[in-house]
């Protein structure tokens, strides 16, 4: 069963605007939650995090945002680069194990 | 350039081998991971380690065996392989036990048992 969701495999948008990938989980002992973004071929490299004392964390383009009654995170990328095109995986943590989403393929078209 | 590093990054094998698949990390961490990647199901951890010899097992653990005789390398094994077993492995390390420490991944060996 798994405890931490992306209900939206494949989000496709213009460069310049804005990218929302949307995440939900299900253990409210996850106190750590984490953004990953792979690539083909590559591993998943850690792009941003949030405590769950925070609702939000900035970093340059991205950013995270979390809604903890309603157990919701979201990941914000302004402004959408070719670049962003790439798997982001939300993951959760209440010890040194991770539970990973399934992944949001997001295309950036020129 | 701190790194870890996975042995194959493709590999073809047979219902019935036995794999080794192994990971190795240079940055001296702690913890070290096993996860497996499949469409739709996004990343599931396998086995994990703390610490040299120690191993504990993550969500799907069965079909498969750990070794950790040396802090910077950790092996994967497949005792009997199986079609079902066929994914992208990917092999990761962190340090601490804070639960916020960032996983740094290896590139992943995709496996294919026929």
């Known amino acids: 069963d798994q405890q931490v969701k992306q209900n939206s495999p494949s989000l496709s948008v213009q460069e310049g605007r804005i990218s929302i990938l949307n995440c939900d989980y299900t253990n409210s002992m996850f106190d750590y939650f984490l953004w990953y973004k792979k690539y083909p071929a590559e591993g998943p490299t850690f792009l941003i995090s949030?405590?769950?004392?925070?609702d939000k964390n900035e970093d340059g383009r991205f950013t995270v945002f979390l809604n903890k009654s309603a157990k919701h995170l979201s990941l914000h990328i302004v402004p959408s680069q070719p670049g962003d095109s790439a798997v982001y995986f939300c993951?959760?943590?209440?010890?040194?194990?991770?539970?990973f989403g399934a992944g949001t393929t997001v295309t950036v078209r020129a | 350039d701190v790194k870890v590093t996975q042995s194959s990054r493709y590999l073809v094998k047979r219902t019935g081998e036995k794999v080794f698949l192994e990971c190795v990390q240079d940055m001296d961490h702690e913890n070290m991971f096993w996860y497996r990647q499949d469409p739709g199901l996004g990343l599931r951890l396998i086995y994990f380690?703390?610490?040299?010899?120690?191993?504990e097992k993550g969500d799907i653990p069965e079909g498969y065996s750990v070794s950790r005789e040396k802090k910077e390398r950790f092996s994967l094994i497949l005792e009997s392989a199986s079609t079902n077993q066929t994914s992208m492995y990917l092999c990761?390390?962190?340090?601490?036990?804070?639960?916020?420490?960032?996983?740094?991944f290896g590139s992943g060996t995709q496996l294919s048992v026929l």
């Open positions: 949030i405590s769950s004392i925070k």
């Open positions: 993951a959760a943590s209440n010890d040194y194990k991770l539970s």
């Open positions: 990761a390390s962190s340090s601490g036990l804070q639960g916020n420490e960032k996983l740094l």
């Open positions: 380690s703390y610490d040299v010899k120690m191993k």
